[in-house]
C-alpha cells in the first residue's frame, strides 16, 4: 500500500484561490508556504489521526499528496503496528475512519478543481 495519495493534473487558472476557501471551510490550517507549494494539516493527533495535504502549481501543472499522518504518540499506542504515513484511498482496516473522513474532505476540493475523485 503507498504511504501518500498522489495526484497530478492540469488546471488552466490559478488555484489558490479555491484552495484557500476549501481549507478554511474544511479547518485545514496553513503549515507551509513556499509560493507555487503549500502545506496544509487537518487536526492534532490527539482524538482524530491529522490529515496533510501538500499541493504544488507550477508551469507543469498541479502535483497533490495527501496522507494521514500517524504521530508517535499514535504509533506507540498501536504498538507501531500504525505507518508513520497512510494514503486516504479506500482499502485496508488501517486507520478507516480518519481516512474516510480525509477522503471526504479532498474530494470536495477535486470537486471544485473539476478533477476525478479519489476512491
Known sequence: ?????????????NIWPAVERW???????????LGEKRRYQKGNGWIVLPTKLEI???EAGVHLE???????????????????????????VRALIPRSIARDSVNRLLVQLAQPLIT
Request: negative net charge.
Open 56 to 58: 504544488t502549481q507550477n
Open 66 to 92: 495527501v496522507w494521514v499522518y500517524g504521530s508517535l504518540f499514535n504509533r506507540i499506542f498501536t504498538l507501531f503496528l500504525l505507518p508513520e504515513e497512510i494514503t486516504i484511498e479506500s482499502g485496508g
Open 1 to 13: 500500500m503507498n504511504s501518500r495519495t498522489i495526484r497530478q493534473f492540469s488546471v488552466p487558472t
Open 23 to 33: 481549507a478554511v471551510s474544511e479547518g485545514f490550517n496553513l503549515i507551509e508556504d
